[in-house]
């Protein structure tokens, strides 16, 4: 019998912060109504450190009926005191479990377990515990591991380039502005000191930046344009130090990823309850060959702002046939394509919204004359982007489609502007959707979408498909489609 670490307790504890307003409505009620509030309140002190006693107390007692324990066959967790709620996972039900050690629970030797199965939805955590390292070692010799004497040799090892890499192709100004936002929020008025001096800096220099352009840019596209860079840069850092460090081991039946340099974090994962693997890419790592290995696992990067990531970028031809026991594999060519014929379902949006914008800078200064030099640089700002959206749909027009061979199934295809590689087992299909329009009736096309196992059901679809090739994929896949889809 074990329980979870003592610093659990405060956070039990927390729970029941509501009753310091006991304290709170004492110590109004003093100083409104007595001049002598300051003695007055002393005196009552005993009243506020009885609350914050009792709070503890609740605390530790939820700790104390907070419980771990082991069968031949299963991990419990017992937990609540009027109202007990017993949790059992069966070991062979683990689909992975993680291991964190957060660099301010170093210092108290505490670290964070949870275990995934894959039952339920929304990615739902199925136990989550603060332990010790002594309670973490009983537990993970229940769980899955890697056997050194079976260990797959000639797995590729993230490099620090690959890292590196990676931080940039997968960061985004997003992420850093939900980065800054938080910082703002919750430090305060430090936050708030440091980003108002640094706004005044960046202000003042944009204004002397714009007075030597030759375009004469506005300074507030200057100061946009600047915030959403530093936003990029705070999200590439972030990435960086999260997978830093990064290693993967496995063997038949289990892989080991350890990655994190302040927030380490260990994986351990059942290959065979893994849903698909996901090479991804972007433009640039299509051009030059490079994927990024992710998979789709129960617990498995389902944590705030991770990513599954399993193999930072990689050459693909370089991830060779030791990693096809985990479901990765290269090299394989469609046996159906995606149609050259329907090239409107890929370009048609990507070119209406090339061909608008500049129309609606036009527009725009016509009605408002005083912003016609800020619309004109956003207008050439979004035409980028809009412009690189074109060219990831021409490509994805080429490369997209499906590949059967042995037990397995492997889909490509695009969402937005990432190239996606699927791989998954073809009984891990969940669900096959095929949509037709009357042109596509017309023209012997459609479009398929696929579904596979997981706790977050993701859509895969291939647009401009022939439609006596659907017909053959789905009747290979077990799915009758009479005369729904005409060809």
Not at 100 to 120: H, I, K, L, N
């Amino acid at each position: 019998m074990y329980h979870e670490h003592p610093l659990k307790i405060l956070k039990y504890s927390v729970k029941n912060i509501w009753l310091l307003i006991f304290p709170l409505i004492r110590g109004v009620y003093t100083y409104h109504f007595d001049k002598n509030w300051l003695y007055i309140w002393v005196k009552g002190a005993w009243f506020d450190l009885a609350v914050l006693g009792a709070i503890i107390i609740f605390g530790f007692v939820r700790w104390f009926f907070s419980r771990i324990d082991f069968t031949q066959d299963e991990l419990v967790h017992r937990d609540g005191v009027f109202i007990r709620v017993n949790t059992y996972i069966p070991f062979r039900n683990v689909s992975s479990v993680t291991v964190e050690r957060p660099f301010y629970m170093a210092p108290v030797r505490a670290m964070r377990f949870r275990c995934d199965t894959r039952a339920g939805i929304f990615k739902t955590v199925d136990l989550k515990l603060i332990v010790s390292q002594k309670t973490r070692n009983a537990i993970m010799m229940h769980m899955p591991d890697v056997n050194e004497n079976e260990k797959i040799n000639g797995i590729p090892q993230p490099t620090s380039l690959s890292i590196l890499l990676f931080s940039v192709f997968f960061s985004s100004g997003f992420s850093g502005t939900v980065y800054l936002a938080t910082f703002f929020l919750k430090g305060g008025d430090i936050a708030y000191n440091i980003i108002s001096r640094s706004l005044n800096i960046l202000t003042e220099e944009t204004a002397k930046l714009t007075e030597k352009l030759v375009l004469k840019i506005p300074t507030a596209a200057i100061f946009i344009g600047v915030f959403f860079i530093a936003s990029w840069f705070l999200s590439f850092l972030v990435n960086l130090f999260r997978y830093g460090r990064f290693s993967i081991d496995c063997d038949k039946r289990c892989m080991k990823v350890s990655y994190g340099i302040f927030d380490r974090k260990e994986y351990r994962i059942k290959n065979s309850h893994i849903n698909y693997t996901d090479l991804r890419q972007n433009l640039i790592m299509k051009m030059f060959s490079a994927v990024a290995v992710n998979i789709s696992c129960a617990g498995y990067g389902a944590s705030k702002n991770r990513l599954p990531v399993l193999l930072p970028v990689k050459l693909e031809k370089s991830l060779g046939k030791n990693l096809q026991v985990i479901g990765i594999y290269s090299g394989i060519k469609n046996d159906y394509s995606a149609q050259p014929a329907g090239i409107g379902s890929y370009l048609l949006i990507p070119l209406l919204t090339v061909a608008l914008i500049l129309p609606s800078h036009d527009w725009i200064a016509q009605l408002f004359p005083g912003f016609a030099e800020l619309s004109l640089f956003v207008a050439i700002m979004l035409e980028i982007p809009a412009v690189w959206f074109v060219i990831v749909k021409f490509v994805a027009l080429l490369t997209s489609g499906i590949a059967l061979y042995d037990d397995k199934i492997m889909v490509r295809c695009s969402i937005w502007t990432r190239f996606h590689t699927v791989v998954s087992e073809r009984e891990k299909i969940v669900k096959l959707e095929l949509e037709q329009n009357l042109l596509q009736a017309m023209s012997g096309r459609c479009a398929m979408s696929i579904w596979f196992e997981g706790e977050e059901h993701k859509r895969f679809k291939i647009k401009a498909m022939k439609a006596d090739d659907v017909r053959k994929i789905a009747e290979i896949l077990g799915y009758k489609l009479g005369d729904r889809v005409k060809a």
